[in-house]
């Protein structure tokens, strides 16, 4: 059974940038997509983006300047690097497996595997 | 971009009693595309429910979702103490949304 494992800094100051690390194990990162998602304090939860082990990535149209994303098939883990960050971005940070599936002509993702989470606040 | 409306906001039951919980679209969504996680604080979120009522691997039959178009149920026939969290509901349209969430907490 595959497992997610978030890592990084917990504490970033306004206007650096916030990088995070999820180690996969139990599953290579090399197939299926990866995504990041967030929730805010009092606040759902929200996706941000995913990666491909090709390197090629989606994210959220309203934080698409701030974020970027990577793989790193040599130590099977992939990372998130989210810019220019603000109080509004203090939120416990989730990284996850996308299962995608054709149906009908519609494209279905969900998200069947987690990492615990980790806590990043923004605070001088 | 589609808004999931979950409700209520708070559920308050007791081990044993059946929990519905409700997840709105604002607009129809194919069936395939609605799922369900359940989320306690400092554990990873786990999937419950895909493609509006398949059982996520090892969920227990209690759990059982339903619905199509814009109106879409969690059902938890018997709460069990584990049971108590914060549940979502989920669409992949052209990006990815979720609920709000309702909370079920012991009454």
């Known amino acids: 059974q595959v497992q997610l494992q978030e890592s990084g800094p917990r504490l970033v100051k306004p206007s650096e940038t916030l990088s995070l690390t999820c180690t996969v194990s139990?599953?290579?990162?090399?197939?299926?997509?990866w995504s990041w998602l967030r929730q805010t304090a009092g606040k759902g939860l929200e996706w941000i983006g995913h990666?491909?082990?090709?390197?090629?990535?989606s994210h959220k149209s309203s934080l698409r300047t701030r974020v970027s994303m990577s793989v790193d098939t040599s130590k099977n883990q992939f990372a998130l690097k989210l810019s220019s960050v603000t109080a509004a971005d203090t939120a416990v940070y989730y990284c996850?497996?996308?299962?995608?599936?054709?149906?009908?002509?519609?494209?279905?993702?969900?998200?069947?595997?987690w990492g615990p989470g980790i806590l990043v606040t923004v605070s001088s | 971009e589609t808004v999931l409306t979950q409700s209520p906001g708070t559920l308050s039951l007791s081990p044993g009693e059946r929990g519905t919980l409700f997840c709105r679209a604002s607009e129809s969504i194919s069936t395939s595309s609605l799922a369900w996680y359940q989320v306690k604080p400092g554990q990873a979120p786990r999937l419950l429910i895909y493609g509006t009522s398949s059982r996520a691997t090892g969920i227990p039959d209690r759990f059982s979702g339903s619905g199509s178009g814009t109106e879409f149920t969690l059902t938890i026939s018997s709460l069990e103490p584990e049971d108590f969290a914060v549940f979502y509901c989920q669409h992949y349209g052209s990006s990815h949304t979720f609920g709000g969430g309702t909370k079920v907490e012991i009454k």
């Open positions: 996850a497996r996308d299962i995608r599936r054709f149906e009908s002509g519609y494209l279905s993702i969900w998200f069947d595997s």
């Open positions: 990666v491909f082990a090709d390197g090629s990535t």
């Open positions: 139990g599953g290579s990162v090399s197939i299926y997509y």
